[in-house]
């Protein structure tokens, strides 16, 4: 395998920016087909995004013969039986986050790939933009002395009741599709980045309740993880605040000084040491997976390591699972 030729399973608006044009802009990689269970907007993404072939059912992509990668966009739910096929019909897979629904979907799938030998990888892409490694780099350098704790807090007003009629954000509430609510949406990249940062965890402890009513998924967890390396992680997320109240903030505190960053908003790190402040800005990447998906390549290829892990995917599910104690 020489080059890449990727096939979509799920080109949904996930694809549309941030990961899609990506796959021909990186070397050594090719997306050459697309599938949407409803084949005129599968048609209509192939033409505005100048992809060769187009399909309505997975399984005639996994199948095809020029397509050697698999990438899933799908919903989480369909997450697993995806992969699944995939790996049976020897393709690698780079799999979207939430890697699936439950930490046991995601132990399956790690199984399967090591039954395999076929390769996986999950979308846990922030770890490889240049923000997100500058924020490593500045913790295993010491900028901030011994990392004694962290802190999350995000926030966020209700979805209104249009937003709640739109197809492409009511899934995202529905548990059944999601495997949960608005955590489980937005959270993994969260937990992936302290699990980038941090290690891997000794314990997890967590609580969520649904309080406003408004969708069946939970809108308020909080969790608390204590990782190997001693560092003591605290997160809170409620997605049901006044507009006033909304809050997207990762406070990572040592022994000298702090970090301070958003995830989700403008990419800049505010460097606090001995009572001072340094300001780092970044500029995203236009499309956000880009650096991620050159890596994920480079592994399928033989170049390089695994930027992310199927059993990493499966220990951020396993954060999920405990914090909303499923």
């Given at each position: 395998?020489?080059?890449i030729?990727w096939?979509?399973?799920?080109c949904?608006?996930?694809?549309?920016?941030?990961?899609?044009?990506?796959?021909?802009?990186?070397?050594?990689?090719?997306?050459?087909?697309?599938?949407?269970?409803?084949?005129?907007?599968?048609?209509?993404?192939?033409?505005?995004?100048?992809?060769?072939?187009?399909?309505?059912?997975?399984?005639?992509?996994?199948?095809?013969?020029?397509?050697?990668?698999?990438?899933?966009?799908?919903?989480?739910?369909?997450?697993?039986?995806?992969?699944?096929?995939?790996?049976?019909?020897?393709?690698?897979?780079?799999?979207?986050?939430?890697?699936?629904?439950?930490?046991?979907?995601?132990?399956?799938?790690?199984?399967?790939?090591?039954?395999?030998?076929?390769?996986?990888?999950?979308?846990?892409?922030?770890?490889?933009?240049?923000?997100?490694?500058?924020?490593?780099?500045?913790?295993?350098?010491?900028?901030?002395?011994?990392?004694?704790?962290?802190?999350?807090?995000?926030?966020?007003?209700?979805?209104?009741?249009?937003?709640?009629?739109?197809?492409k954000?009511?899934?995202?509430?529905?548990?059944?599709?999601?495997?949960?609510?608005?955590?489980?949406?937005?959270?993994?990249?969260?937990?992936?980045?302290?699990?980038?940062?941090?290690?891997?965890?000794?314990?997890?402890?967590?609580?969520?309740?649904?309080?406003?009513?408004?969708?069946?998924?939970?809108?308020?967890?909080?969790?608390?993880?204590?990782?190997?390396?001693?560092?003591?992680?605290?997160?809170?997320?409620?997605?049901?605040?006044?507009?006033?109240?909304?809050?997207?903030?990762?406070?990572?505190?040592?022994?000298?000084?702090?970090?301070?960053?958003?995830?989700?908003?403008?990419?800049?790190?505010?460097?606090?040491?001995?009572?001072?402040?340094?300001?780092?800005?970044?500029?995203?990447?236009?499309?956000?997976?880009?650096p991620?998906?050159?890596?994920?390549?480079?592994y399928?290829?033989?170049?390089?390591?695994?930027?992310?892990?199927?059993?990493?995917?499966?220990?951020?599910?396993?954060?999920?699972?405990?914090?909303?104690?499923?």
């Open positions: 395998m020489q080059t030729h096939g979509i399973i799920g949904g608006d996930v694809t549309e920016l941030k990961s899609g044009p990506a796959f021909n802009k990186v070397p050594d990689s090719r997306l050459v087909a697309v599938m949407r269970r409803d084949g005129v907007k599968a048609q209509d993404y192939a033409r505005r995004h100048n992809v060769p072939k187009w399909y309505n059912d997975a399984s005639k992509l996994i199948q095809d013969p020029e397509v050697n990668a698999i990438y899933i966009a799908t919903p989480p739910d369909s997450h697993e039986h995806y992969a699944l096929a995939a790996m049976e019909a020897g393709k690698p897979v780079y799999i979207e986050k939430p890697m699936t629904t439950t930490h046991a979907q995601a132990v399956n799938l790690v199984k399967a790939s090591r039954d395999t030998n076929i390769k996986m990888v999950v979308a846990h892409y922030r770890r490889a933009q240049p923000y997100f490694k500058k924020i490593k780099s500045l913790l295993d350098e010491g900028a901030i002395g011994e990392v004694r704790f962290a802190r999350l807090s995000f926030f966020d007003k209700p979805l209104s009741q249009e937003a709640l009629q739109t197809e954000i009511a899934w995202r509430v529905d548990p059944a599709i999601s495997g949960g609510g608005l955590f489980h949406d937005l959270a993994p990249h969260q937990l992936d980045m302290a699990y980038y940062f941090f290690g891997d965890v000794l314990t997890i402890q967590g609580m969520a309740t649904n309080q406003s009513k408004q969708y069946g998924a939970d809108d308020i967890v909080s969790g608390s993880m204590l990782f190997q390396s001693g560092v003591l992680f605290e997160g809170l997320w409620c997605f049901a605040v006044d507009e006033s109240e909304t809050k997207d903030s990762f406070e990572i505190i040592g022994t000298e000084g702090k970090i301070t960053f958003s995830v989700f908003g403008k990419q800049v790190i505010y460097l606090t040491r001995n009572g001072k402040e340094s300001v780092l800005p970044f500029e995203a990447p236009m499309h956000v997976q880009q991620m998906i050159e890596e994920v390549v480079s399928f290829l033989g170049k390089g390591p695994n930027p992310c892990t199927a059993s990493e995917g499966a220990r951020i599910m396993e954060m999920i699972d405990k914090m909303t104690q499923k």
